[in-house]
């Protein structure tokens, strides 16, 4: 991934949030993992570097440049939402609504010049 020397002065580096991604009410471990939903920010106060879905195992990975957001402003207003039917992986998930959860700061490190923050989700909820 290329990124330019300005994008690599934010104190944040790049965003990356992973997980896994099941087929529940609540995206939880509760259901069989799930494949192909896509996912976004909202709002879009991120680029992302890629389309992200989920693998055929439910994983993710999410890798974002925050431009000159500060870590305060994406925790508060940004959220990971699964931009998909749940009814797509199950008949008797509701069809309305979407899973939706904030994110939680893990820990910046340094990669060679840049560094990278790690998020989470702090929990799926359908709304």
Same mark, same amino acid.
């Given at each position: 991934?290329?990124?330019?020397?300005?994008?690599?002065?934010?104190?944040?580096?790049?965003?990356?949030?992973?997980?896994?991604?099941?087929?529940?009410?609540?995206?939880?471990?509760?259901?069989?993992?799930?494949? /192909?939903?896509?996912?976004?920010?909202?709002?879009?106060?991120?680029?992302?570097?890629?389309?992200?879905?989920?693998?055929?195992?439910?994983?993710?990975?999410?890798?974002?440049?925050?431009?000159?957001?500060?870590? %305060?402003?994406? =925790?508060?207003?940004? %959220? =990971?939402?699964?931009?998909?039917? =749940?009814?797509?992986?199950?008949?008797?998930?509701?069809?309305? #609504?979407?899973?939706?959860?904030?994110?939680? /700061?893990?820990?910046?490190?340094?990669?060679?010049?840049?560094?990278?923050?790690? =998020?989470?989700?702090? #929990?799926?909820?359908?709304?």
């Amino acid at each position: 991934m290329a990124t330019s020397f300005a994008q690599a002065q934010n104190p944040l580096g790049i965003i990356h949030v992973n997980g896994t991604l099941y087929c529940s009410i609540n995206g939880g471990a509760n259901g069989p993992a799930t494949e /192909f939903f896509p996912l976004q920010c909202q709002p879009a106060n991120l680029v992302f570097t890629t389309n992200v879905t989920t693998n055929a195992a439910g994983r993710y990975d999410v890798i974002a440049i925050p431009g000159n957001a500060t870590l %305060n402003a994406i =925790l508060s207003s940004c %959220n =990971l939402v699964v931009n998909s039917s =749940l009814s797509n992986c199950n008949a008797n998930l509701p069809s309305a #609504g979407q899973l939706v959860s904030p994110l939680q /700061f893990v820990k910046t490190i340094p990669v060679g010049f840049l560094r990278a923050t790690y =998020l989470i989700v702090t #929990g799926f909820q359908l709304v």
